[in-house]
């Protein structure tokens, strides 16, 4: 596995890379959810690059920019044992020189759900992405639906700016208790992470409404609401059941809908949503 933190020198090990070329970017601190990521690509290319950037542009002002949990040798390791060839790191120098000016902004999907809670988010995310996109040129990138929004969004980029890239959505990785593995786990004590379950307790409860023919979303947004008022731990930011592919809330749930949620733990806020179809 090679380690590489310039642009040029990813160009280079890009241009004899074997085609063709997996990408999976990353903010690092890894776990199985981003080895699932790395995996597939393996299995889907000759080639798999990986990168490790803290992206400062998606973060806002008190956000936990400085705080999001780092540990570059692990994730190394972990990069290495699951097969990836090279992995990109670069400093927010590297991506982000003096003068930078240039931002990739999508439409209406970027101000709903994440992007209303985090107004700036998405043009960082769709910036860099668009230009790691660039530098490593891959044929397929990988993104988990633990992240439903931003895999929508960056699809949208990649076939509105007509990039020559397939954009492959995961499964979200699961703990044992059914929490989505996050990097952002790390920051909840002991009792926040027990209460934390309750997100895909009011996940299952949706699938389990929507299985008996309940088509009002409003009702599951209610039922939603009232579980995790329960746990005493949690504050919920939003629950939104949305049309799959614009995220325009539902009144009534036709053929799919994307449930999704943010919720607080203390100063953590965890997401976690479940496609109804
Ligand atoms: P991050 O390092 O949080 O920016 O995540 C990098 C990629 O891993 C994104 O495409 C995430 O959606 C994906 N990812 C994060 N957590 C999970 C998970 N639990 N299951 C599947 N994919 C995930």
Redesign the pocket.
Known sequence: MQVVDTIAGMRQLRSVAAEPVGF??????L?D??L??VKRARGDNASVVASIFVNPTQFGENEDFEDYPRDTKRDLNMLEAAGTDIVFMPTAAEVYPPHFMSWVEVGKLTERLEGAARPTHFRGVTTVVAKLFNIVRPARA??????AQ??LVITRMAADLGMDVEVVT?????EPDGV????RNTYLNPEQRRAAAVLRQALDLAERLWAKGEENAERLRREMTALIGQQPLAEIDYISVAEVETLDELTTIDSSALVSMAVRFGKTRLLDNVVLK
Do not use: E, N, W
């Open positions: 999976v970017p990353t903010m690092g601190y776990h959810g981003h699932s990521l990988y993104f988990g639906q633990k992240d931003q895999a995961c499964p979200t990785i699961r989505a593995m996050s990097s």
